[in-house]
């Protein structure tokens, strides 16, 4: 045991998380590993105890029960084909426009993150999709790249989300809320992703040539049946979840629970339910919700240790003794988690730095349910911006090589929708009630 100043302990912990990190173990050990190391140097054999009554309060969580089902929710979703269906209809009625493949991506992953909730199937179903369609119609590839990237990140944001599950709890507000807080920022980053194609492809139409009219010349009550068809179960699961949140009926838990059964219901309806794939769902959805609880577990270990030096409080005076008052304070909360979000997934930024940053919210005169979304938002740079950059990845992996998209590619496809985030905080800032107009009309 040394005697070590809280200031040790904050450069200690936070210098060799991002040195641990980048040596390339999974997420969980690093974070465990240096939690464990520095605790020991500061507390002793004391800091066993910590760990062990950190992590066993968040894994008896009640709260984070909604954490595997809304997992589960998404994986059955992404087996149940119903991306296929609305992928179909969109192209229909879309695909005429200059550009038109890229807008149907955009708003197939806006669709499917209100389904889903999980970046991985959404990103992955988007790839499998829309990237073969685009490439071999003549889209330019980091076009078409981009569009797969951002579309499919929303699914971290637009509830039901996985993200906001976990930084309610941790932040102590409503997820309930947080639901409905993400729902406006969601669909402003879509239209503004979808406002990007339309003006780069009238600008550069040589980027995404128009569909010839014979691939989509059906009759008009034909695209009209199969948008309703395509269009109505997944509006059905999306209500069955956010509609008993906002009127009050169920909370998140229980409304995790509604949409997981609703998901094998509709699955069952598409004939794509038998035993074997049921059987991939359910370790899909373990292997998922286990690597998340163990980041979790680890992280929430790493804070205590970190509180209880008091490194909490360094970083806490260092952040409202910033330049410019409470803004310049915001700004400098806002650069920390971009930064982390170059090296750390963002499951241990929130449970590493929430606990410390989230109480600066009310000493700074934020609404805590708007600094928290703002937080949310800004994280969604952080699966565009290498080295971490978990949808470029995701991306690149599940490409098929045919197409010759490289990683290149992608980064020069993902940097418009990177400034396009800034764009949407900005308008957050301006317009505060993007946010809280919506949770203030829930029925408590």
């Not at 493949?101 to 990103?123: F, K, M, N, R």
């Not at 999709?129 to 685009?134: N, T």
């Not at 009926?249 to 229980?254: L, N, Q, R, S």
């Not at 609880?293 to 509180?307: K, N, P």
Request: include cysteine.
């Amino acid at each position: 045991m040394i005697d070590l100043s809280p200031e040790m302990v904050c450069l200690l912990m936070l210098g060799g998380l991002i040195v641990a990190v980048l040596s390339g173990f999974p997420i969980a050990m690093p974070i465990g590993t240096v939690a464990l190391v520095v605790g020991y140097l500061a507390f002793g054999g004391s800091v066993f105890d910590i760990i062990y009554s950190q992590a066993f309060s968040f894994l008896h969580s009640y709260v984070l029960l909604a954490l595997p089902l809304f997992v589960f929710m998404g994986v059955v979703l992404e087996y149940s084909g119903i991306a296929d269906k609305m992928y179909d209809a969109l192209f229909l009625l879309l695909s005429g426009l200059r550009g038109g493949l890229a807008i149907i991506t955009v708003l197939l992953g806006t669709l499917l993150a209100a389904c889903v909730g999980v970046i991985t199937a959404s990103v992955t179903v988007l790839t499998s999709l829309a990237l073969p369609a685009m490439i071999r119609r003549g889209y330019d590839k980091s076009l078409a790249s981009g569009a797969i990237c951002a579309g499919g990140s929303l699914g971290i944001l637009i509830p039901p989300s996985v993200m906001l599950v976990i930084y309610g709890p941790m932040a102590r507000i409503s997820v309930g809320k947080l639901f409905m807080a993400a729902m406006f920022p969601g669909l402003l980053l879509s239209a503004l992703y979808v406002s990007y194609i339309i003006i780069r492809c009238l600008i550069q139409p040589k980027l995404a040539p128009t569909i010839p009219v014979e691939e989509r010349a059906v009759p008009v009550i034909y695209k009209i049946r199969l948008l309703f068809t395509a269009l109505i179960p997944p509006m059905l699961i999306i209500l069955s979840v956010l509609g008993t949140i906002f009127l009050g009926i169920a909370p998140p838990t229980e409304a995790a629970a509604v949409g997981a059964f609703a998901a094998l219901v509709l699955t069952a309806v598409y004939r794509r339910l038998n035993w074997i794939t049921f059987k991939n769902i359910l370790l899909r959805a373990l292997n998922i919700s286990c690597m998340a609880m163990l980041i979790g577990a680890m992280s929430v270990a790493f804070t205590g240790v970190f509180l209880r030096a008091g490194a909490g409080e360094v970083v806490q005076r260092v952040v409202l003794a910033a330049p410019f008052g409470r803004w310049g304070a915001f700004a400098i909360v806002m650069f920390i988690y971009f930064i982390l979000g170059f090296f750390i997934e963002w499951i241990g930024i929130f449970f590493i730095m929430v606990p410390i940053l989230a109480p600066l919210a009310p000493m700074l005169g934020f609404d805590p349910l708007w600094f928290g979304m703002m937080i949310c938002v800004n994280l969604q740079m952080s699966f565009l911006t290498p080295p971490y950059a978990f949808a470029i990845f995701v991306l690149r992996g599940v490409a098929p090589p045919e197409l010759g998209v490289t990683t290149a590619d992608i980064i020069r496809g993902v940097i418009p929708y990177i400034i396009l985030i800034v764009v949407a905080l900005m308008l957050c800032i301006v317009f505060p009630q993007i946010i809280l107009w919506l949770p203030a009309q829930m029925i408590k």
